[in-house]
């Protein structure tokens, strides 16, 4: 039986199906549910504006430094409100949840919270990126597959 759910959460589609399961499965366990938005500003969900090398060196240009840093916190803040709506949502249905945004790279991220928080299953949504497309773009859900200290549960995405 699991006691504390982590779940890896986004705004994509295979993100909404993780929370929908992992919220289905923390509400039959009567589990605590932790979500968890990842901000990673060197992925590619990161804001990327019309200045992409000087996005890359912020110095090169203080315009396109302060166009990044207004982009970086409209991400954040999207972030934030996608993690209130599901805490929201989940304790609507019941379920005690928490929330979390930490910055830093997705997976070793995730495991890393997951051993601290003390976390008995993570669920996280899957892409499906296989081969060189998984080499190039890296697998979040690989990784924290292959690292977790706990039990993995895979969504698979339908994207």
Known sequence: ?????????????IGKQAFEQALALTKMMNAQLMLI?????????YPNQAFPFESTYPGASSEAFKIQMEAWETHQHRGAQLLQASVDAAIAAGVDAESIQPLGNPGQTIC???????????VIGRRGHTGLDELIVG??????VHH????????????
């Open 112 to 122: 890393e919270f997951a051993k601290t928080w003390g976390a008995d299953l993570i």
């Open 37 to 45: 938005y990842v901000q990673a500003p060197f992925e590619s969900a």
């Open 148 to 159: 977790a200290p706990c039990s993995v549960l895979t969504v698979q995405g339908m994207e």
């Open 139 to 144: 697998s979040v859900s690989n990784y924290v």
């Open 1 to 13: 039986m699991f006691h504390k759910v982590l779940a890896a959460v986004d705004d994509s589609g």
